[in-house]
């Protein structure tokens, strides 16, 4: 007779979990990266802004927090897809007359990544293909992949600030496409598209019948010199979900509360609303706490703050510009908005690194300087900086890059 000592346990691993990966994880896992003992860690690595201290919450919007946890009004559930004031609230800050909206208009979730995930679960099964940035946030795929449905990437182009290659985009629909994502501003490039280019993808989408999913997480993250355009401003026929968070803007990534907006032209996504509603179920809901401060967060948020976050971007972009621009080997494409630099990495200029992912291992095991190579965005030759880091951080990392480049090119 067994015995549960000579016996396996009957534990299965979802087919989900086994083809959930994700692209940075999958490279930087099998990356070298030990850094250089004598040298401090500069990791430009991750897409958050709070991780060096010099991007602070306003104190406006801590005080909003603080006085609903004082309430003692917001600890328990809400309404799946959000609460009606959060919604409310989210409605009137995003509302346009060319594009009005309503709380109807709205689903929250935790975080943009939960809208995301929302939205695929509501639009893709495995008969349909999705149309993603490359190169592109890695999350894209990842979900794709994990829940079964088909991706295809189009392709950015860095001579033109990473625009759209319109015609090699056209090429990818067929009758499997049920939407094309368009992210602007863009992780991990950093751009920020004109209206005319908007306009043409718009066109693109229109003649296909083709809803845009637009991940606007970055929305207003723009520098001088540039306009951020919601999509669902430019058009009146094509169906736009738009996704964002108050991650970013905000200074607030692990707060969790995102949303999705329905653009719903002559109730083409009724169903999908509906559809997206019942998926919201699933989780019972976002952060109550942080969507009962959502009102005051979105409404009352001095301008002043918001300026102040985009002016130490700018001067971060300029400050890399200006000295990784000089060091032969590599090219700046330098970026509108956001928080990121893509880095081009001259190959044939160096003597002994083959690829963007031994330049950025050998890079941290002599400088410790930690950044994510191309290849995690499915973009070769280049590597992606975060320019959140103070100023004297950037500034010694670009040394050791500096340094790092010389040792290694050809003579």
Request: charged residues 20%; aromatic residues 8%.
């Amino acid at each position: 007779m067994s015995t549960t000592t000579d016996r396996e346990w009957r534990v299965n691993i979802s087919e989900v979990a086994k083809r959930t990966c994700n692209p940075i994880r999958q490279v930087v896992d099998c990356m070298k990266v030990e850094p250089c003992a004598s040298k401090h860690v500069i990791s430009l690595s991750i897409g958050d802004p709070t991780v060096f201290g010099n991007f602070n919450v306003h104190p406006s919007i801590q005080e909003s927090l603080i006085k609903q946890i004082k309430s003692c009004k917001s600890n328990g559930y809400g309404p799946s897809h959000g609460l009606l004031e959060a919604r409310k609230a989210i409605a009137k800050k995003f509302t346009i007359p060319v594009a009005p909206l309503n709380e109807n208009d709205v689903i929250i979730a935790s975080g943009c990544s939960g809208a995301l995930d929302i939205v695929f679960n509501a639009m893709f099964d495995k008969k349909h293909t999705l149309l993603i940035p490359r190169p592109g946030f890695s999350l894209y795929r990842t979900m794709a992949e994990a829940k079964g449905f088909n991706f295809r990437e189009y392709d950015l182009i860095p001579e033109k600030n990473w625009e759209i290659d319109l015609q090699q985009l056209e090429s990818l629909i067929d009758e499997t496409t049920g939407a094309i994502l368009v992210n602007n501003p863009s992780n991990p490039c950093g751009s920020v598209y004109s209206k005319e280019h908007l306009l043409d993808i718009i066109a693109l989408c229109e003649k296909y019948r083709l809803p845009i999913i637009a991940d606007e997480i970055y929305c207003d993250m723009v520098f001088k010199g540039n306009t951020f355009y919601p999509m669902a401003s430019l058009t009146q026929e094509v169906p736009i979900i738009a996704v964002g968070g108050i991650a970013k803007k905000y200074l607030v990534p692990g707060w969790r509360v995102g949303w999705a907006l329905i653009h719903s032209r002559n109730g083409s996504l009724d169903k999908l609303r509906t559809a997206m509603i019942s998926l919201s179920q699933l989780i019972i809901g976002a952060n109550t706490l942080v969507q009962s401060a959502l009102p005051d967060i979105l409404l009352n948020t001095p301008e002043a703050f918001y300026e102040e976050t985009i002016l130490q971007l700018e001067q971060n972009v300029k400050l890399s510009r200006d000295i990784l621009s000089e060091i032969p080997g590599l090219h700046v494409v330098e970026p509108q908005g956001a928080m990121y630099m893509m880095v081009g990495v001259d190959i044939k200029m160096f003597k002994d690194i083959k690829n963007d992912v031994e330049f950025t291992e050998k890079l941290m095991c002599e400088e410790s300087v930690f950044c994510l190579p191309g290849q995690c965005f499915q973009f070769p030759n280049y590597f992606r900086i975060v320019i959140t880091a103070p100023s004297d951080q950037l500034q010694e990392a670009y040394v050791r890059i500096r340094e790092f480049c010389a040792r290694h090119t050809k003579q």
